[in-house]
């Protein structure tokens, strides 16, 4: 199982802490770096959250998001070993053409590092605020995944969809391996979507358990659809937060030191390929990278 450290959102970072921030989990062995994606957080929100039992947004419409595709291509330049990941990017709210075009050359200048987390959203007023669709959000996404995989195979590509067509273009420069789409969300639909259409499924929040039901139901479809359900990659991203006291009921990932490294566990157990935290960046700086610091000293060990 491979590690991993989503950030990149907060009032402490800045040009100079960024780059500080990836080069230390570089330093600390990681193997990934993730940027989630939201370009707009309304100031008025009755989307429900899907990702926790209270089904309210967690994001307050003032802080600071740092966009996924352009902070990854600048971390591409200053890092030299991790892998790259965007964890999720919004397809319906992008033109998937440019977003095609983005993507290719951070995977060219990072020499083959990059990971497209992707999912079609949950908040209806960014999509309004953006001018994206929402009810047909999902269908655009999968004629998205589509349309970039006929992008980045031919340098003269053809895609006529519902949604998008394209052709009588040139469109390079080509990735030389083009990287591969792990799929987000916990609906049907969505892990139909990575069955069918993603190179794996990326869950997150959820606990060992719920991730090995879903899972399951990914590789059946997947095998349903011709596909080899072994071929495809299960990851996980989940807040990280490591307290004093024991927790009466695990959260992922939540508890004493001891009841993190169980449920570090019980995700590889589940098989867990990558295994992605989120640090408590509304703490502050010296916080998130105090908890990043021993996760790695507890989990890179035999990771």
Known sequence: MRFGVMSFIGRWLDADSLPALAREVEALGYHSLWAADHTVIPVRVDSRYPYSRRGRSPYP???????????LSYLAAITERVLLGTGV???????????????????ILSRGRLLVGVGVGWMREEAHA????????GAMADEQIQL??????????????????VEGVGFGPLPPEPPPILVGGHAIAALRRAAYLGDGWLAFALPPDQVARR???VQEMAAE???DPQSLTLGVIAPLVITERPL??????MGTPEQVQAMVGQYRDVGVQHLVVAPPIWLGRK???DTITLFAQMALGDG
């Not at 998937?96 to 995977?107: C, D, H, N, Y």
């Open 148 to 165: 970039m995989r006929e992008l980045w195979a031919h340098e003269f590509p053809t895609f006529r969809g519902r949604f998008y067509q």
């Open 61 to 71: 419409p003032d802080i600071p998001w740092w966009e996924p595709i352009t902070t």
């Open 89 to 107: 990017l919004v397809l319906p709210h992008r033109n998937p053409v440019l977003t095609a075009k983005m993507l290719s050359q951070v995977q």
């Open 130 to 137: 953006l001018g994206s669709p929402w009810r047909q959000r």
């Open 287 to 289: 916080e998130a990278l």
């Open 225 to 227: 659809a011709g596909r």
């Open 215 to 217: 899972w399951q139901l």
């Open 248 to 253: 009466e009921e695990a959260r992922p990932i």
